[in-house]
């Protein structure tokens, strides 16, 4: 149990669909970000929020929005995205953004796109 | 963009064997994360060292930050089959970029 929670493990959706990705840490963090894994190809940062406020995107495309209400959770909302969106989405926290701060990771989100 | 090269891509061992792998920067970090994910799950921190130099241990683990603070490296001793998984390394900078990782080192041990 790393503390920080992700659902659902899995996910289907056609190209067309929204749908959320949710992560929830209870470690007293102040920092979240959200990583894309593909195959044989190292993780890939793709926003982090700290203390709410986004203070990092990656060169995201808009089909992913991020959204963090507060502290303890943050959330992905996806539409109309491509196969090669297919992954392993990864939600990590740390007590705040910056240096020397290590990063806990959940179990992931497995998405397919059909 | 900063990059990190991690070496073996894989390994094939022995149970009872000692592990080396490594990881190259071509820039200077001031931190250096070793992390493992087994297949299902999220990587999970293993390790981290914050100063050129230092040594640290965590079971059978030992990592170690480079002098040049551009490479660090993680040995595992004794193997047991539950060291099979993708070990990554990653690295923060002084300017206090967000971390970059490795490619990952998959480890495989043959019982």
């Known amino acids: 149990e790393t503390g920080v929670t992700q659902t659902p493990r899995h996910l289907v959706m056609g190209m067309t669909n929204k749908k959320s990705l949710k992560c929830e840490q209870h470690l007293g963090h102040n920092a979240m970000y959200w990583y894309k894994q593909s195959a044989k190809k190292p993780l890939e940062l793709m926003f982090v929020y700290n203390f709410k406020e986004q203070t990092e995107n990656n060169s995201v495309p808009s089909r992913f929005s991020p959204e963090c209400p507060n502290s303890s959770h943050l959330f992905l909302h996806l539409h109309t995205l491509q196969p090669e969106d297919s992954a392993l989405y990864l939600c990590?926290?740390?007590?705040?953004?910056?240096?020397?701060?290590?990063?806990?990771f959940g179990d992931g989100t497995r998405l397919s796109i059909l | 963009g900063q990059q990190l090269n991690q070496s073996p891509q894989s390994m094939f061992i022995q149970e009872g064997e000692d592990v080396s792998m490594n990881c190259t920067s071509s820039?200077?970090?001031?931190?250096w994360l070793w992390y493992k994910q087994d297949p299902g799950e999220g990587p999970v921190l293993l390790i981290a060292?914050?100063?050129?130099?230092e040594l640290t241990s965590n079971g059978r683990l030992t990592a170690q930050f480079g002098i040049t603070r551009k490479d660090s490296f993680l040995n595992i001793s004794a193997s047991i089959p539950s060291d099979v998984g993708i070990y990554f390394c990653a690295g923060q900078d002084n300017a206090g970029n967000m971390l970059t990782f490795g490619g990952g080192t998959r480890l495989m041990v043959k019982p």
């Open positions: 060292l914050y100063k050129a130099g």
């Open positions: 820039s200077i970090f001031n931190t």
């Open positions: 990590a926290s740390s007590l705040e953004g910056g240096a020397n701060q290590p990063q806990h």
